[in-house]
């Protein structure tokens, strides 16, 4: 059974860091490509981010560039978000999914206010 569970998030005042993980198990976590997906209150799924098979290719949406960095163990079966410059507009609740997948976690919940 594939599980992916998030954890990390937080309340988090404007222009402060979080760091996200995305715990893996019940499939070959390094056979696949891992994104991230948020959905803020009220609005639709956005893509954030994603990450190859091996790391070595990383993947942003616009707004996120420069801030958020995205990086995975797979020897951990683990892929993190690391969440700088955090801004209100990034309160969100944020899944981690096997791309291409019908794959996703439960979901973490971040909320950049003061």
């Known amino acids: 059974e594939v599980q992916l569970v998030e954890s990390g998030g937080g309340l988090v005042q404007p222009g402060g860091s979080l760091r996200l993980s995305c715990a893996a198990s019940g499939f070959t976590f390094d056979d696949y490509a891992m994104s991230w997906v948020r959905q803020a209150p009220g609005k639709g799924l956005e893509w954030v981010s994603a990450i190859s098979w091996n790391g070595g290719s990383t993947y942003y949406a616009e707004s996120m560039k420069g801030r958020f960095t995205i990086s995975r163990d797979n020897a951990k079966n683990t892929v993190y978000l690391q969440m700088n410059s955090l801004k209100p507009e990034d309160t969100a609740v944020y899944y981690c999914?096997?791309?291409?997948?019908?794959?996703w976690g439960q979901g973490t919940q971040v909320t950049v206010s003061s």
């Open positions: 999914r096997v791309s291409g997948s019908p794959y």
